[in-house]
Each structure stands twice: as structure tokens, then as C-alpha cells.
T-cell receptor, first 113, second 113 residues
Framework: KQEVTQIPAALSVPEGENLVLNCSFT??????LQWFRQDPGKGLTSLLL?????REQTSGRLNASLDKSSGRSTLYIAASQPGDSATYLC????????????FGPGTRLSVLP | DTAVSQTPKYLVTQMGNDKSIKCEQN?????MYWYKQDSKKFLKIMFS???????INETVPNRFSPKSPDKAHLNLHINSLELGDSAVYFC????????????FGPGTRLTVL
């Protein structure tokens, strides 16, 4: 059964810092992995989708990498801003349950001005 | 121009009642999903549905049933509500196929008293 973990559970950084969020999954047989952000009381906003054949995806200040064999993905946020404060969730779609994503518990990020 | 919308945003009801949450997407997607986010913020898939197939997470009680009047809508009906049903319910959609990203609605916070 696929399990997804995210470390750290919470992170607080000063504005302007570069930071890395981690996502680990137990079953490396995945189709893809998607990063989301969730603002308090709001839905999920898709950030990046990275296919199993890809090593990384970039969007603006965000860069997601994927090492399928080791079961890990990282989300790199450059030059963090207070507006980046949110909970970041990763989700994997794995081969044995191809329709559905399995979500991690999230990392709550606070960027202090 | 909301992509995935849900109504109501908040729902407060008594134990034993029957209620519905509506979901609509205007993205032209043909697969829709319902997720439950519990008090610990874990997001878990409940259903995924396209016009051919309903996939049910085996842990979902049969008091929950999705109903799709057309490809743009997937409503969630809940019978005999229980205290443990209190959570935030998210609808999502995607193009069919395992390589496509999911887009989420804003969520419905259900409180059962």
C-alpha cells in the first residue's frame, strides 16, 4: 500500500530565503507526482505535475524534482515571499491504483516578512 | 470563470439527516473525484468517476453515494449523517488518463451536530 510522507511538518523562514520541501513515497511504481498548495480554508491549487519519466519541472520560482527509484521528490522555492505561506501537499498516482492520488500530510510553510 | 465549484461552502446539520453537496466543473474534463479532508488535514480519495466507471474507495461507507447527472457534475449524497462525517469535502476533476493533473474545488465544510 502506497504511503506518502512529508518532512518537515512545519517550516518557518524569513522572507528571501530559498527553501526545500520534501516528499517521500514507499512504492516507486508511480505514474506521476503532483505538488499543490492549500491556503487556510481554501481548496488546493495545482503547482506542478511531474511525470515518472521526468526528473524535474519548473514554474517560475518553483522547481520540483523527482527521484523515482529512491521514492523522493523535492519542491524548491526560490526567494521566498510572505505570499508563499500555505500548506504544501504532494500526491502520487501509483500503478496499482492508477485512477487516484495518494496524498501526503503536507508541510505548513510560514514566510516571515 | 471558476473551474471547479462546489455548493454549499458550509453545511451544518443534525445527526441522522440526509444531505447533498454539489460539484460542477467547466473545464471539459471527463473524470471527477470526491475527497475527504479530516480534522488532521489528511486528504483521502472517496470516489473517482468518469462516464464509464465508478471507483469506490473500499473504506467509504455505503451511506455515501456519488451521482452524476452529466459529465460536468458529480454530486455527493450522504444518508444518515454521523458525527464522524464532519470534515471538509473536496471535489476535483481531470481529463481521463493517468497522466493528467487534477484541479480542485474550494471545498465544503460539513459539520454534523
Amino acid at each position: 500500500k502506497q504511503e506518502v510522507t512529508q518532512i518537515p511538518a512545519a517550516l518557518s523562514v524569513p522572507e528571501g530565503e530559498n527553501l526545500v520541501l520534501n516528499c517521500s513515497f514507499t512504492d516507486s511504481a508511480i505514474y506521476n507526482l503532483q505538488w499543490f498548495r492549500q491556503d487556510p480554508g481554501k481548496g488546493l491549487t495545482s503547482l506542478l505535475l511531474i511525470q515518472s519519466s521526468q526528473r524535474e519541472q519548473t514554474s517560475g520560482r518553483l522547481n520540483a524534482s523527482l527521484d523515482k527509484s529512491s521514492g523522493r521528490s523535492t519542491l524548491y522555492i526560490a526567494a521566498s515571499q510572505p505570499g508563499d505561506s500555505a500548506t504544501y501537499l504532494c500526491a502520487v498516482r501509483h500503478l496499482t491504483d492508477g485512477q487516484n492520488f495518494v496524498f501526503g500530510p503536507g508541510t505548513r510553510l510560514s514566510v516571515l516578512p | 470563470d471558476t473551474a471547479v465549484s462546489q455548493t454549499p461552502k458550509y453545511l451544518v446539520t443534525q445527526m441522522g439527516n440526509d444531505k447533498s453537496i454539489k460539484c460542477e466543473q467547466n473545464l471539459g474534463h471527463d473524470t471527477m473525484y470526491w475527497y475527504k479532508q479530516d480534522s488532521k488535514k489528511f486528504l483521502k480519495i472517496m470516489f473517482s468517476y468518469n462516464n464509464k466507471e465508478l471507483i469506490i474507495n473500499e473504506t467509504v461507507p455505503n451511506r455515501f453515494s456519488p451521482k452524476s447527472p452529466d459529465k460536468a457534475h458529480l454530486n455527493l449524497h450522504i444518508n444518515s449523517l454521523e458525527l464522524g462525517d464532519s470534515a471538509v469535502y473536496f471535489c476535483a476533476s481531470s481529463r481521463s488518463g493517468i497522466y493528467n493533473e487534477q484541479f480542485f474545488g474550494p471545498g465544503t465544510r460539513l459539520t454534523v451536530l
